[in-house]
């Protein structure tokens, strides 16, 4: 976790870190303190790899929250979900791993994450989590990815 306010990434030419664990998040100031709102980040074209195949595992991951104190600057929350390209990890642990990493360094007011994967072997996974109850108040939409319906 970065504490600088000025994020490490922002304007720099980058590649992406080699794992997740080696994967820096920045978080700056959140600009309205106080105010509850949410914020979406949707990962459309997410990848990492089967643990057991060595295969790519694909997602449309949809990461909401409610900022506390600080906001995850966007593009190394970008480099930090390319990380997973070359990770081997359950759709579960992958999912899961990342609203876990997020929460505790960002500590929003609330964070959830849907995992929408994509099927392997005829079968698509969706994983779900979020820190706990939504706060009173909070509006929080749909994540409108459409259940798999298959070719039909």
Same mark, same amino acid.
């Given at each position: 976790?970065? *504490?600088? =306010?000025? +994020? #490490?990434?922002?304007?720099?030419?980058?590649?992406? @870190?080699? &794992?997740?664990?080696?994967?820096?998040?920045?978080?700056?100031? *959140? +600009?309205?303190?106080?105010?509850?709102?949410?914020?979406? !980040?949707?990962?459309?074209? !997410?990848?990492? $790899?089967?643990?057991?195949?060595?295969?790519?595992?694909?997602?449309? $991951?949809?990461?909401?929250?409610?900022?506390?104190? =600080?906001?995850?600057? &966007? #593009?190394?929350? #970008? $480099?930090? $979900?390319? &990380?997973?390209?070359?990770?081997?990890?359950?759709?579960?642990?992958? =999912?899961?791993?990342?609203?876990? %990493?997020?929460?505790?360094?960002?500590?929003? %007011?609330?964070? %959830?994450?849907?995992?929408?994967?994509?099927?392997?072997?005829?079968? @698509?996974?969706?994983?779900?989590?979020? &820190?706990?109850?939504?706060?009173?108040?909070?509006?929080?939409?749909?994540?409108?990815?459409?259940?798999?319906?298959? %070719?039909?």
């Amino acid at each position: 976790m970065t *504490n600088e =306010t000025t +994020p #490490k990434f922002l304007g720099q030419q980058t590649g992406l @870190p080699a &794992s997740p664990d080696e994967a820096v998040l920045d978080y700056v100031p *959140n +600009p309205r303190a106080g105010a509850l709102y949410l914020v979406r !980040f949707a990962a459309p074209e !997410f990848t990492s $790899l089967c643990p057991v195949t060595g295969q790519p595992d694909f997602a449309h $991951l949809v990461i909401d929250y409610a900022p506390g104190e =600080t906001i995850v600057e &966007s #593009k190394s929350l #970008k $480099l930090f $979900l390319g &990380s997973f390209r070359n990770h081997n990890g359950f759709h579960e642990d992958v =999912t899961v791993g990342i609203g876990q %990493r997020l929460f505790g360094e960002m500590q929003p %007011r609330w964070l %959830r994450i849907g995992g929408y994967w994509y099927p392997r072997g005829g079968i @698509p996974i969706d994983v779900f989590w979020q &820190s706990g109850p939504v706060p009173d108040g909070l509006w929080v939409p749909d994540q409108g990815v459409a259940p798999y319906r298959g %070719r039909g």
